[in-house]
């Protein structure tokens, strides 16, 4: 039923990058407004950037400026690239739709920011 597959994920010292990648499994990602959301222990899911179908893209102003998210219609994938990380920025990442989430989540991504 998961409509997204999330990948690219790891651990990575403060001050570094790290891109993630969602794949959708049909053309939403090209028609809908998709997001990137995050969720650290303990703490409920956020929602951190948006992209919109017209190419326009909002941040949360935890991430503003550090983080880019970018998408590629052909591929049915959304990116987000992460700059000047920090520990904070430690959790599960998951693509879905914005600003109605579909049900059906992928299993996310683990982003640990650790030195």
């Known amino acids: 039923q998961g409509q997204f597959v999330e990948s690219g994920g790891g651990l990575v010292q403060p001050g570094g990058s790290l891109s993630v990648s969602c794949a959708g499994s049909r053309s939403i990602v090209s028609i809908y407004a998709m997001g990137w959301y995050r969720q650290a222990p303990g703490k409920q899911r956020e929602l951190v950037a948006t992209i919109f179908s017209s190419g326009s893209t909002n941040y949360a102003d935890s991430v503003k400026g550090r983080f880019t998210i970018s998408r590629d219609n052909a591929k049915n994938t959304v990116y987000l690239q992460m700059n000047s990380l920090k520990p904070e920025d430690t959790a599960v990442y998951y693509c879905?739709?914005?600003?109605?989430?579909?049900?059906?989540w992928g299993q996310g991504t683990q982003v640990t920011v650790s030195s």
């Open positions: 879905n739709l914005v600003p109605s989430p579909s049900p059906y």
